[in-house]
């Protein structure tokens, strides 16, 4: 999965030139559509050059001649030996690699006249654009989010003039029936659009089977959520299992541009887990208390995990699951998947995608709940006026409701104030160690 992350560019040029195939620009969890018209979607920063570990090339061709099964067997006997600590190596170096170029698209958006003032994301999404928009067929986008995202999208014309925009009704809309309605008809406008784009034609088939990938997906990304994460042993040290859950983050955006191969890496990857946990290769966790750190989607501090595993507890990344992306798409021979669709993102969008204060509060709270967290780390991204104002009241419920302490911390770019970070978060997870402890 890294690999197709980080090799992302070769992938894309040659589904491009050779294929002819469109590229679709996408963000947050909407690539369906443009699978299912037979486009490429791309999460932009995947057509940049990565620096890629030293590792990981040589694990890909052997996986590639021996089968990931060989391959993951030949990992497990080097390990053993304590010869190599090849998965650990290669996500950090990986992890490492995708935060140095968030960080360069960053200062491409803002050199390029995105206001600083504007939250993280919005300045490397502009600047992922700005760096490589005119590989891009169209960009698809959903206008649901906070007033600066939608600034920002209007702003994206200049560089990728084919923009195709889908409406989300307000959440507030007293009739449901006309947001479904009025939702329907802005899905069917998009698909339009995208059909143009690509002369393909999007049948009801190409629509479920999308889905039904998709779904699947969903139940191994919430597999790993659930029922990895509230284990007691990990397959690997907390701060490796929290850099796959940033990757899955990153990753589920575009489903690395594939869907099918997405979805046997991840099915790899779980079973990996369980058979890891299984042999009792990886690290007792019992005793380590387990944090929900979130927003993380539009921009965090990489290195918080590590922190975060060095103070004692572990760190667990969810933020598609809190806004409701992780919700399967019904599929029968009875539905209408376009109006299944619709529903799905008008759900999405009740769950606080749409930054109402009230909805997202309760989306943190019914997570912190159902993952049974010890406690959550919440994420204030500068030049944020929307999600950062919930955390005095999710702070207040969050301790009230459930009993679980809440700390914020601040973020503008990756790499400042780590040591202020380590600062505030100390005093926080000693007294949760104690409170574990007593
Ligand atoms: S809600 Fe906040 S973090 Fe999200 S796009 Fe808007 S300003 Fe950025």
Not at 282 to 294: E, I, Y
């Amino acid at each position: 999965m890294a690999s197709n992350f980080l090799t992302g560019r070769d992938y894309l040029r040659k589904k491009k030139i050779r294929e002819k195939k469109k590229l679709i620009s996408v963000a947050l969890g909407f690539p369906d559509l443009a699978f299912a018209v037979g486009a490429v979607p791309v999460f932009p920063i995947r057509m940049e050059t990565f620096e890629v570990s030293k590792y990981l090339m040589p694990l890909q061709s052997a996986t590639s001649v021996l089968g990931w099964d060989l391959t993951s067997k030949f990992l497990e006997f080097a390990r053993q030996f304590d010869v190599l600590k090849i998965v650990d190596k290669i996500l950090e170096d990986v992890i490492t690699s995708i935060n140095s170029k968030y960080n360069e698209m960053y200062d491409i958006g803002v050199s390029n006249g995105v206001p600083s003032e504007l939250c993280y994301g919005i300045n490397a999404l502009y600047g992922m654009h700005k760096s490589k928009g005119k590989n891009l067929d169209a960009n698809l986008t959903f206008a649901m989010r906070c007033g600066s995202w939608n600034t920002f999208s209007e702003s994206l014309k200049t560089t990728v003039p084919s923009q195709i925009i889908i409406d989300v009704p307000s959440k507030n809309s007293d009739n449901e029936d006309i947001a479904l309605k009025e939702m329907i008809n802005n899905v069917k406008n998009g698909i339009s659009e995208l059909e143009k784009i690509t002369g393909n034609f999007v049948s009801d088939n190409s629509l479920q089977k999308q889905f039904r990938i998709g779904n699947q997906v969903k139940r191994f990304y919430k597999t790993i959520l659930y029922e990895i994460s509230d284990s007691n042993f990990y397959p690997c040290n907390p701060a490796t299992f929290a850099e796959i859950l940033a990757l899955l983050t990153i990753t589920f955006q575009d489903y690395n541009s594939n869907s099918q191969r997405y979805l046997e890496n991840l099915s790899h990857l779980v079973k990996e887990m369980r058979e890891r946990i299984r042999k009792g290769v990886g690290m007792d966790v019992s005793h380590m208390p387990r944090l929900l750190f979130a927003p993380m989607y539009q921009g965090w501090e990489p290195e918080i995990h590590e922190i975060i595993y060095k103070l004692g507890g572990r760190i667990i990344y969810a933020d598609w699951d809190v806004l409701g992306f992780l919700e399967e798409i019904p599929i029968s021979h009875k539905s209408d998947p376009i109006e299944e669709y619709a529903r799905f993102l008008l759900n999405a969008s009740k769950k606080g995608i749409g930054c109402d204060d009230e909805n997202m509060t309760n989306s943190y709270l019914k997570t912190a709940e159902n993952m049974n967290i010890d406690g959550l780390i919440f994420n204030q991204v500068y030049g944020c006026p929307s999600t950062s104002k919930i955390y005095d009241k999710l702070k207040e419920k969050l301790k009230a409701e459930y009993n679980i302490p809440a700390i914020v911390i601040k973020f503008k770019k990756i790499g400042e104030n780590i040591e202020q970070v380590r600062t505030t978060l100390m005093p926080f997870m000693e007294r949760l160690i104690d409170t574990r402890n007593s």
